[in-house]
């Protein structure tokens, strides 16, 4: 059964420093989502991308943050200058539609574990 | 804006219970509500989707239902096992919005 993959597993970074997470979405999967979770905290929407370009963004992603997808099969998130609060794990999902259609599941990956000292 | 709410926030049971998880919802126009299985640091296994023109879905042992009128879905568990230990999560997606809000989750032991 297909699925949304994430690559590493876990990133260990210091602080300021650059990090990028890749995520492989379903083949025929036409939206991208990237969500984070702070311990013990709620998981909380980042950034969805269509055809592209950026269709929708939280607070959360300000100027640090960037996404991209640099080929036919990989999405990633870009942390530019990482701070101690960036620490979370962060998901990646994709879904076939979104909104009020029956292919608008989102399928999520394992994620990745971020810690910044 | 969406606002999901779930009760309880942790729960120990006896293996071999029936037990029922509750998600809320502030937004009635829901496009769906999703729930989904977190084990300890790990990613999120996707249970059951249901769409707003359903009722209910069912797998295995696995029942959830949404009442968009009321503003609740329920998450049944029958006959828990230990191996159902995890924290279970919901996330609702409503109009205006195509992203799903998630609720703080329930977290759940099934003891021996």
């Known amino acids: 059964e297909p699925e949304v993959t994430q690559t590493p597993s876990h990133q260990v970074t210091q602080m300021g420093q650059e990090v990028i997470l890749r995520c492989v979405p379903i083949s025929n999967h036409l939206y991208f989502y990237w969500y984070r979770q702070i311990l013990g905290q709620k998981v909380e929407f980042l950034v969805s991308?269509?055809?592209?370009?950026?269709?929708?963004k939280s607070e959360i992603f300000d100027d640090q943050f960037s996404v991209e997808r640099p080929d036919g099969s990989n999405f990633t998130l870009k942390i530019r200058s990482t701070k101690l609060e960036d620490s979370a794990m962060y998901f990646c999902?994709?879904?076939?539609?979104?909104?009020?259609?029956?292919?608008?599941?989102?399928?999520f990956g394992p994620g990745t574990r971020l810690t910044v000292l | 804006k969406q606002e999901v709410t779930q009760i309880p926030a942790a729960l120990s049971v006896p293996e071999g219970e029936n037990l029922v998880l509750n998600c809320s919802f502030t937004?009635?126009?829901?496009?769906?509500l999703q729930w989904f299985r977190q084990d300890p640091g790990k990613g999120l296994t996707s249970l059951l989707l249901?769409?707003?023109?359903?009722r209910e879905q069912t797998s295995g042992r696995l029942n959830a239902s949404l009442d968009k009128s009321s503003g609740r879905s329920t998450l049944y568990i029958a006959a828990s096992q230990p191996g159902d230990s995890a924290t279970y999560l919901c996330a609702g997606t409503s109009g205006g919005s195509y992203i799903p809000t998630f609720g703080r989750g329930t977290s759940l032991i099934v003891h021996p």
């Open positions: 249901i769409q707003s023109s359903q």
């Open positions: 999902a994709s879904s076939v539609k979104r909104g009020q259609s029956s292919y608008n599941e989102q399928f």
């Open positions: 937004d009635s126009a829901i496009y769906n």
């Open positions: 991308f269509y055809n592209n370009e950026i269709s929708e």
